[in-house]
């Protein structure tokens, strides 16, 4: 098991890779390796989704295109802008409203965007990379810089990069030092009738 300070303590064995994930605020500014990037976003490719409908698509900002990355970057609000300048990679995530087999609408998207999201970070914790989502992002804003069209919606936006050590002086130095905490098992697990502990 895993000592790094930011590592889960779990109350039953997991695997490291989901250990020792964690959404950093402070990264060093370094470009993410073309072939590292492509191998986490591999991982998101090869997600289960309803149907394997698939309902996902990314758009990507690195720093190696300040244009671009500044661009991304103005998409999120003030708060996440802060830190996110610092990574490596932006990417924007859009889910697409409707099933392309029968014109419904996809219920299960964003939870299949997760699911896709879920594996891209494992995939990133195993390469040395770190992966922080964000809600906080200007949809209009991403719509209309984008070109995104009414049949998908910006959802989340996420920052992938390496650690830095946080600064005294950054304004999220302490969240990156804290503990991760969680609520334990007994408080979402459940059986027999709703809120009765199932383990
Ligand atoms: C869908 C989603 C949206 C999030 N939005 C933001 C955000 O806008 N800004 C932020 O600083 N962190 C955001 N986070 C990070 C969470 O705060 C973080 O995952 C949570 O505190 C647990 O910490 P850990 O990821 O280090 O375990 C988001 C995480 C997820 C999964």
């Not at 500014?29 to 591999?42: F, N, T, Y």
């Not at 830095?164 to 009738?193: H, I, M, N, Q, Y």
Request: glycine residues 6%; hydrophobic residues 40%; proline residues 7%.
């Amino acid at each position: 098991m895993s000592n790094h300070p930011k590592a889960a303590r779990p109350d039953y064995s997991i695997h490291d890779l989901i250990a020792n994930r964690w959404s950093p605020y402070a990264f060093d500014g370094r470009p993410v390796e073309q072939e590292k990037l492509h191998s986490c976003l591999e991982a998101a490719r090869w997600a289960a989704s309803s149907y394997n409908e698939q309902p996902w698509s990314f758009i990507l900002a690195t720093r190696d295109n300040p244009a671009a990355f500044n661009a991304m970057l103005e998409c999120l609000v003030e708060a996440n802008q802060e830190w996110a300048a610092r990574a490596g990679v932006l990417m924007l995530t859009v889910t697409s409203r409707s099933f392309v087999r029968n014109g419904k609408p996809n219920r299960m998207a964003e939870h299949d965007i997760g699911l896709a999201i879920g594996n891209l970070t494992v995939q990133a914790t195993s390469l040395g990379l770190a992966v922080h989502q964000m809600a906080g992002i200007n949809p209009s804003k991403a719509r209309q810089v984008y070109a995104i069209p009414e049949s998908h919606d910006p959802l989340t936006a996420v920052a992938i990069g390496y650690v830095a050590d946080p600064k005294a002086e950054d304004a999220f130095a302490e969240r990156d030092r804290a503990p991760r905490s969680r609520k334990p098992l007994s408080e979402f697990v459940f059986t027999g009738t709703w809120g009765t502990p199932g383990v």
